[in-house]
């Protein structure tokens, strides 16, 4: 498989008053090779055979060297001769600036420049019918002055920064943003690229069109010039995944339902107050997009987006409680079910079905549980079992603020949140109704009005097991 190689970037040479980025060709992966906004690519085309790797990167007949990128005015390809190979002419398309051949070179020590002139952001040369070149380096100038754009909201990136280090002066967007785009791609392999400021390092895994990923029980370094206060990776994850990191706390994981274009959410990491950090896998990270926070953590709110099919809705809660029942189980030792109320009577309310390590710790991002539903209308179309979502729970003092979203089986997607001081009750007590708080707060259960199961089908007064009626929920034994 191909493997990344180590850009050598000379990011300060001069050449009049021109700023110039240079490439070399060290392995076979080096036919592909970005930096600073260009991109080097070298292929087959119409040729016979492949560029290769073999004391040099040799090119034969007919294989295209293309190079592209904004505001290019000068393009230096340096060669040397192919053992007793003819040297093949080398031509760029007409119309597009001029090309001069430097000679023809006699051997493998003696380097020849073909020099192009002009402006343009792509530039395709093409090697003669007949011989072999061995390309050692090419130097690409662009027109003084010009700056590549960075990130929305983040400082530009100068054309003389060297593509594997980092801009101290950098300022970075809140959040920023990082994704592939025109990396070298492969498989199995050590990669380092920089994106808008940050250094991605792998110690082994892959690059592809559509996202950057990390093996199995290898590890993914983040690095900025700036204290990341957390991230968020949508991506893909295999069942069981499951990952470490040096720095901060890993407050949501996730599994993907599918492998997507764009993938879902699955893993926030909050508090990390450090440079960098490293995320050790234990099973396969795909990295579509990879958010990073340099001043709030990502979980201080939580949204779903939109899948495609269905709508958006934005939920207010105005008061809150939290239920629990001691019981093992193979998520968690207690499970708690924290319900968020509204006044409105077509919202009356959210259960969130959430597993914790121990008592009272429900601080921080969760799954929600198998149990949880969205509860608005007294009709059983109107009942919606959530299928997928996060939950984000802060608190300071006796405030707790919940934020987070449920994708109904309706297709829509509900994000919700809660600001203000929550109740914490036993499943005992709750249910039984023997607190006179609770039952100022809920009313004892009429078995002669309407009254529905979790899934929100109509039953009898016999029925027995957990009764909703009226938005609220009772045990009925």
């Not at 005015?73 to 090309?99: H, M, V």
């Amino acid at each position: 498989m191909k493997k990344i190689f180590s850009l050598i970037v000379a990011a300060s040479i001069s050449l009049g008053m021109m700023a110039a980025t240079e490439f070399t060709f060290t392995d076979a992966a080096s036919v592909n090779q970005n930096a600073n906004g260009f991109s080097v690519k070298i292929v087959k085309a119409e040729g016979s055979n492949d560029p290769t790797y073999n004391n040099g990167l040799r090119l034969y007949a007919k294989n295209t060297i293309t190079i592209a990128g904004t505001g290019i005015t000068r393009i230096e390809l340096t060669f040397t001769k192919q053992g007793s190979k003819a040297y093949a002419d080398l031509s760029a398309p007409t119309g597009i600036g001029t090309l001069a051949s430097g000679g023809e070179s006699t051997s493998n020590q003696d380097k020849k420049t073909d020099v192009w002139t002009g402006s343009a952001s792509s530039v395709t040369f093409t090697l003669g019918e007949t011989g072999q070149r061995i390309i050692t380096r090419v130097v690409i100038n662009r027109a003084d002055g010009e700056v590549l754009p960075g990130d929305e909201g983040g400082t530009s990136i100068d054309p003389e920064q060297p593509k594997d280090t980092l801009n101290p002066a950098y300022t970075y967007a809140e959040p920023t943003e990082v994704r592939v785009t025109d990396e070298t791609t492969g498989n199995n392999m050590a990669y380092s690229f920089v994106k808008n400021n940050i250094r991605i390092d792998c110690t082994m895994g892959a690059i592809t069109e559509n996202y950057f990923g990390c093996n199995a029980n290898n590890t993914i370094t983040f690095t900025a010039t700036q204290a990341i206060k957390g991230l968020t990776i949508k991506g893909f994850v295999k069942k069981d995944f499951t990952a470490t990191v040096d720095n901060g706390d890993v407050a949501f994981m996730s599994p993907s339902s599918q492998d997507g274009a764009t993938g879902d959410p699955v893993m926030v990491i909050t508090d990390i107050d450090a440079k960098s950090v490293t995320i050790s896998c234990v099973k396969q990270l795909r990295c579509y997009s990879v958010m990073f926070y340099f001043v709030a953590n990502p979980t201080d709110t939580v949204e779903g987006g939109t899948n495609g099919e269905g709508e958006t809705y934005s939920l207010t809660f105005d008061s809150a409680d939290a239920v629990y029942e001691s019981e093992y189980s193979t998520e968690g030792d207690y499970n708690y079910t924290v319900y968020l109320y509204n006044a409105d009577s077509e919202v009356p309310y959210i259960g969130l079905d959430l597993y914790t390590a121990t008592m009272g710790d429900l601080l921080g991002t969760h799954d929600p549980g198998e149990y949880s539903f969205y509860q608005f209308g007294a009709n059983e179309d109107d009942y919606t079992m959530n299928v997928d979502g996060a939950v984000a729970i802060t608190q300071e003092g006796n405030v707790y603020t919940i934020s987070g979203y449920l994708t109904g089986d309706d297709n829509n997607i509900y994000n919700f949140t809660f600001t203000g001081e929550m109740e914490f009750y036993t499943d005992e007590e709750y249910y039984s109704g023997g607190d006179e708080a609770i039952e100022a707060i809920y009313p004892p259960l009429d078995r002669m009005a309407p009254m529905y199961d979790l899934l929100g089908r109509p039953i009898d007064k016999d029925y027995r097991g957990i009764v909703i009626q009226n938005g609220n929920k009772y045990l009925v034994r």
